[in-house]
C-alpha cells in the first residue's frame, strides 16, 4: 500500500491505496493539492478489498445526486455511504469521529478515480464541519482579490452567472465551480479551490476572502435583494454537504453558518443569463 497526502482548505488527509494504482493519471484534479506527509492528517481513507455493508446496518436515507443514488446508513459505531457509477459500485465506511475511513472499489473499472474522487469528497465534507468550515454546492469567482458565491438548484445557472461575471468585469477569474470549500479563521472567513469542480476543469488550490453568498433563481427579469440574518441562513443551507442523521454534525454546520452569515453580505437573484444579471447582483452588493 502506498500513502498518499493531500491538504485542502488547509485540511491534510492521506488516501491508502495499492502500489500499483496510478493516483496521478486516475485523479488528476488532486495533483496542485499533493503535500508532504510531514504531521499527522486530519482524516485517512484506506481502499480495503475486503469491506463489505453489515448485515445488521439500518438504512437512514437514500439521496440521489450526480453521483445516481447513494445510500446511507448505519451498523455499529460506523456510517457507510454505499454508491454506484457507470454500472460500478463504491462502498465508503466512515468512523464515528470521521477521522478514519475505508473504502472498497474495483480499481481495476475505468470510473475508478470518479468514485474515489467522490468517495473523498464525501469525507472531506464531513470532518471539515469539525473544523469550523462547510463545503458547498456552489460556483465561486474571485474579482479584486475577493469571493463570490453562487448558489441554487441543479440547473439555475450558476456556472452561466460566474462565466456573467468573468465576462463583464475585467480581471475576475473561476476559483471553483461546484464544491467550493470555506472556513472561518479568527473570525475571517475565507474560500478555497478544491479538487471538486463539477464537469470544469477548474482545481485551483487558491484561497480569498468571501465578499458575498448569493443565492440565484431564474426570472423573466433581474432583480436582486439582500438577506437578513435569518433569510441568508435559509438560503445558504441546502447546499451545505452533511450527513444530517448526524446531530453533532448538523449542530456544527449550523454554529459555522450562523458565524458566516454574521460576517459576509448575503442576497437573492431573481434572473436572466445575460450580463445584465452581473451588473445588477454586483451594484446590488456595493
Known sequence: MTEHCYMVAGLRFVLELPSFFDVDSSLPSFRDFRCDADSRPDFRMVWDGDLTLPQDAVQLAEESNDMGTTRIGRAGNSSYLDFRFDGCEALLCLSDDYCDGRFRIDLAHRSAGILISSALRCFFAQNILLHKGLSLHASCVVRDGEG???????????????????????????????????????????????????????????????????????????????????????????????????????????????????????????????????????????
Open 148 to 286: 463570490y458565491l453562487f448558489m441554487g438548484r441543479s440547473g439555475t445557472g450558476k456556472s452561466t452567472h460566474s462565466r456573467l461575471w468573468i465576462q463583464t468585469f475585467p480581471g475576475t477569474e473561476l476559483l471553483n465551480d461546484d464544491n467550493p470549500a470555506i472556513r472561518i479563521s479568527d473570525g475571517r472567513p475565507l474560500v478555497f479551490g478544491t479538487p471538486w469542480s463539477g464537469k470544469t476543469p477548474c482545481w485551483r488550490n487558491l484561497s480569498a476572502p468571501v465578499n458575498a453568498i448569493v443565492r440565484l433563481s431564474q426570472a423573466p427579469v433581474n432583480s436582486f435583494r439582500r438577506c437578513s440574518d435569518i433569510e441568508a441562513f435559509t438560503a445558504i443551507y441546502p447546499g451545505c454537504s452533511v450527513l444530517r442523521f448526524d446531530e453533532r454534525l448538523h449542530d456544527c454546520l449550523c454554529d459555522v453558518l450562523s458565524e458566516l452569515t454574521g460576517l459576509v453580505q448575503c442576497g437573492r437573484l431573481d434572473c436572466l443569463p445575460d450580463c445584465d444579471a452581473a451588473l445588477c447582483c454586483s451594484r446590488g452588493l456595493e
